[in-house]
């Protein structure tokens, strides 16, 4: 599910408490379900426990103190090799690779190289669209009058297709963008504190 | 060098568009006006001296002046003076070959027919694999053709004239020698020069290609070019006059020197005009586009793209046209002013007639001229098709747009006939008074006001033909105005 | 070279020779910068995939590679031959029995009928106007267009239009075929028809270079090289 590495990269341009790195993962991700507090802590906890992240102090500016995070040097690394492997072309499944490429955008400045990504993302799917096509157009006949292979075949392959075709945008779209500058952790307000 | 075959060659030649067809037909046109004038003009210089082919006498005094002719109405003969005594011929032959002239502005208007859309073919066949080579001999071929079935066209033709002319008209009234058999191998050879020329000139013209691309001016170019032929023609002129020539060579010279000068001064002028008429027209219409006059100037910008030597080849015909008009004006004015001068009667039925036969001549001229301007029309129409679509998409009807080819048509062909009409005329009027200083007075401004009467209605004339051709053109504006031809290709 | 030489057939023999060299290729139209230093090789046997958003170069590098368009800088060596060093009448002959050509746009003479339309690779190439119409019958059945032999491009479908172009790119049986998009305006059965010649040539020891938008199209191909701005973003092999 790659929660973690997402994590990492919401730490990526500086240390953050829970509630900011909930509000930053919402803002990222608008399509996918709102991140729940209970997740974010657990997510963090292991992530300390592990070594990629560490709790650098405390934030108690106008109101109850809150912990803050921040990446670790084992944390950027475990991050930016996510980053080079590329989400698996599994075509239904996009969800990793918005969440990649997502990252890859937002994390310009801080050693990951989105080009690349997006570069590597595409050569794996135009492989595997690829060995889907020469298997459809395969001279053996069992194969070829398989018509439910065939089918599911194509569908796989247009999918791909929307993948790629959307990758393009991302790209345009880093390609237009003014380069990320890093935002310190902001103060939250009193009546908006959950409930941890 | 160029592989393809003689087949290869006749199959990529042969006209297919309706375009291309056209430009068949008018260059075998040009081809036979031409072939005819010169075989006319050969078969009147072939006529010789011989009393007994032209029905006249040379009678000449012991020390070799001319003292007078005898005209015996011989049967073999009944040519009108002009044709039959030698010593007038070389006017008539002049004004034979001059006929040449129109034959040659259609041709190189024709040769511009659907100029853009061959450029456009060529470049596909390039992206085939054509060597320049190899579009050269298409081009060729496909010229070559026209004007070879029209050069043997020009023998029928001829036949025709003669009849028209030669045999139909009473005694002492024909025009047309009755042509001689060494007249078919003149023809033979003329087929061969013609079709030579027409090679030469698909080989040679298409190469620059793009009748679209507004030409770079030149203004000055073409001034300073008439400037020169003009001091040019002086020089040779007075250089004749005051030289020891025998006088029946100066006699010749001088009226070819005069209006070969003319000529010139008449070609630069018009192709000045012709630009000068294009740019102008465009900077009104632009200005009228900016204050919302939308459509014409639509179709206005489009018409920018006129090609203006071939039109000024035309206009130039025209003004030529034109001149022979002012001098024949002020010529018979001067006539009629002055009958006490020349007196008898037969004198002045001889004149009459030879202005008359000019004035003809000049009409012939003048029509092939238009005609040549309409081709330039109907191809613009063919060429600009989206363009004048656009417009009438845009809610300009085709009564306004046939209103608008005539207007066009109009712009050469008026100034070029008023303009050459005036010169001619004034000129002639000028030398005229030149001659006797001591009769300077109302008689003398009888010519003048006699040439700007000419000039109006010529003027008039032309524009009321022009409006008659855009009218007749109405079938093409329609084709061109229709919506089918946004659709993209 | 002699213009009334065969082409050099051991180009072919020697599977390591490029089929199509591109160096340092860099063209500007006008003002506008369309291509930055652009390399390509294309050995026999390969189709590759040329690939960008529009504006990336992509057609103009194809117009280089056929030598229709001299670059600003660079050489283009098409079969060995340095396009330079030929004359217009070499290039053009290049052209028609070497390299097929299959353009976006208005490629075919408008006033021929389809079956001499299609052999004009022949008959520029020298060959009787029989035998060459044989040939060109065969081609247009191959890509099922027999029943519009006589129809003029006029008569004929964006789609029927481009197939024929495509049978004319095929007649003398290139070497190299470099295509622009020449399946976008075809149904998928016709589409289909088309790559299947087209890969057809790599089949036979040619190559085939392809401009397209299409993604499904580029992951058929062994290679995709990717311009943006007028330069190569990456050159990936698919295989």
Redesign the interface.
């Given at each position: 599910m790659a929660i973690g590495e997402v994590h990492l990269a919401l730490l990526l341009s500086g240390p953050r408490h829970g509630y900011d790195i909930k509000r930053a993962h919402d803002a990222w991700f608008p399509a996918e379900r709102p991140l729940a507090f209970g997740q974010v802590y657990a997510t963090l906890g292991r992530l300390v426990r592990d070594g990629h992240a560490e709790v650098v102090g405390t934030h108690s500016e106008g109101g109850p103190e809150r912990t803050v995070y921040a990446i670790t040097g084992s944390g950027r690394e475990r991050l930016l090799a996510w980053l080079d492997d590329p989400a698996p072309p599994a075509g239904t499944a996009g969800e990793e690779i918005i969440r990649k490429t997502v990252v890859a955008l937002h994390a310009t400045t801080s050693g990951a190289d989105a080009e690349r990504v997006l570069s590597a993302q595409r050569a794996a799917h135009l492989r595997r669209m690829r060995q889907l096509q020469r298997r459809s157009t395969s001279a053996d006949p069992e194969r070829s009058t398989d018509l439910a292979v065939r089918l599911a075949d194509r569908h796989a392959l247009l999918h791909l297709d929307a993948d790629l075709r959307w990758l393009e945008e991302a790209a345009e779209a880093l390609r237009a963008q003014p380069p990320a500058t890093p935002t310190p952790p902001s103060p939250t307000p009193d009546d908006q504190e959950p409930q941890p | 060098m160029s592989a393809l075959a003689r087949d290869g060659v006749r199959l990529l030649a042969s006209p297919r568009s309706a375009a291309d067809r056209l430009r068949s037909r008018a260059t075998a046109a040009a081809s036979a006006g031409t072939g005819v004038a010169l075989l006319l003009s050969a078969a009147i210089a072939g006529l010789g001296d011989d009393p007994a082919t032209t029905g006249v006498e040379v009678l000449t005094g012991a020390d070799g002046v001319v003292v007078g002719t005898s005209t015996s109405l011989s049967p073999a003969s009944g040519l009108v003076a002009f044709v039959a005594q030698p010593g007038l011929r070389p006017g008539v032959q002049l004004a034979a070959l001059l006929l040449v002239l129109p034959f040659v502005a259609l041709a190189v208007q024709a040769l511009r027919v659907g100029a853009v859309a061959r450029q456009q073919r060529e470049a596909t066949l390039v992206v085939v694999g054509a060597s320049p080579r190899d579009l050269r001999r298409v081009r060729a071929a496909s010229t070559a053709a026209a004007a070879a079935r029209g050069a043997l066209w020009a023998a029928p033709a001829h036949l025709a004239l003669w009849l028209l002319l030669g045999v139909v008209p009473p005694l002492g009234a024909r025009l047309v020698p009755a042509p001689e058999p060494w007249l078919a191998l003149v023809w033979l050879l003329l087929v061969i020069l013609l079709t030579g020329a027409g090679a030469a000139a698909g080989a040679l013209l298409g190469r620059r290609g793009s009748a679209s691309r507004p030409v770079p001016s030149s203004r000055w170019a073409w001034a300073g070019a008439a400037g020169a032929a003009v001091c040019a023609g002086g020089v040779l002129m007075t250089s004749v006059t005051t030289l020891d020539v025998p006088r029946p060579v100066q006699a010749a010279l001088t009226p070819v020197l005069l209006l070969v000068a003319l000529l010139c001064l008449a070609a630069c002028a018009v192709v000045v005009l012709a630009r000068a008429a294009v740019r102008c027209s465009t900077r009104r219409v632009e200005r009228a586009a900016r204050s919302g006059a939308g459509a014409e100037a639509v179709l206005a910008v489009a018409q920018r793209r006129a090609n203006p030597v071939a039109v000024g080849a035309s206009g130039a015909v025209l003004v030529l046209v034109g001149v022979c008009l002012g001098v024949c004006t002020a010529f018979g004015a001067a006539m009629v002013v002055s009958r006490d001068v020349y007196g008898s009667s037969s004198e002045v039925v001889f004149y009459g007639s030879g202005v008359v036969l000019a004035c003809a001549v000049a009409a012939v001229a003048a029509a092939v001229a238009l005609v040549s301007l309409a081709l330039a029309l109907t191809d613009h129409l063919a060429q600009a098709r989206r363009a004048v679509a656009a417009t009438a998409a845009l809610g300009c009807d085709v009564p306004r747009l046939v209103e608008v080819q005539a207007r066009a048509l109009a712009a050469t062909a008026v100034p070029s006939a008023v303009a050459g009409t005036l010169v001619g005329g004034l000129c002639y009027a000028g030398l005229l008074t030149a001659v006797d200083w001591t009769s300077v007075g109302p008689r003398t401004l009888v010519p003048v006001g006699a040439v700007l009467v000419a000039a109006v209605v010529a003027g008039a004339a032309v524009r009321l033909v022009s409006c008659a051709v855009a009218e007749l053109l109405t079938g093409r504006v329609r084709r061109a105005a229709a919506l089918e031809n946004l659709r993209t290709p | 070279m002699s213009?009334?030489q065969p082409s050099p057939p051991d180009v072919l023999a020697e599977p390591t020779h490029p089929l199509l060299r591109l160096a340092g290729i860099s063209h500007a139209h006008g003002r506008t910068p369309a291509l930055h230093d652009v390399d390509l090789e294309v050995g026999a046997g390969t189709a590759v995939a040329v690939t960008g958003?529009s504006g990336s170069g992509k057609s103009t590098l194809l117009h280089v590679a056929?030598g229709?368009l001299a670059p600003d800088a660079g050489t283009v060596e098409l079969l060995g031959h340095d396009l330079a060093a030929l004359d217009?009448?070499e290039r053009?002959?290049?052209?028609?029995?070497d390299v097929g050509?299959v353009?976006q746009y208005?490629?075919?003479?408008?006033?021929?009928p389809l079956l001499?339309g299609v052999a004009?690779?022949l008959?520029?190439?020298?060959?009787?106007?029989g035998p060459a119409r044989e040939a060109s019958r065969a081609a247009l059945a191959g890509v099922g267009l027999s029943a519009a032999e006589d129809a003029v491009p006029?008569e004929l479908s964006g789609g029927q239009a481009q197939l024929a172009a495509v049978a004319?790119a095929l007649v003398a049986q290139p070497h190299l075929v470099l295509a622009d998009e020449p399946v976008a305006s075809l149904d998928p059965a016709g589409a289909a028809l088309a790559l299947d010649l087209l890969w057809g040539v790599v089949a036979r020891g040619g190559a085939l270079v392809l401009v397209t938008h299409d993604?499904?199209l580029?992951?058929?191909c062994d290679r995709?090289v990717?311009l943006a701005h007028g330069g190569v973003?990456?050159d990936?092999d698919?295989?």
């Open positions: - | - | 213009p009334d958003a056929a229709l217009d009448a053009a002959q290049l052209r028609r029995r050509i353009l208005g490629q075919l003479v408008p006033d021929l001499d004009l690779p008959l520029l190439d020298g060959a009787a106007l006029a004319r993604n499904v580029a992951a058929r995709e990717r973003q990456h990936l698919l295989r």
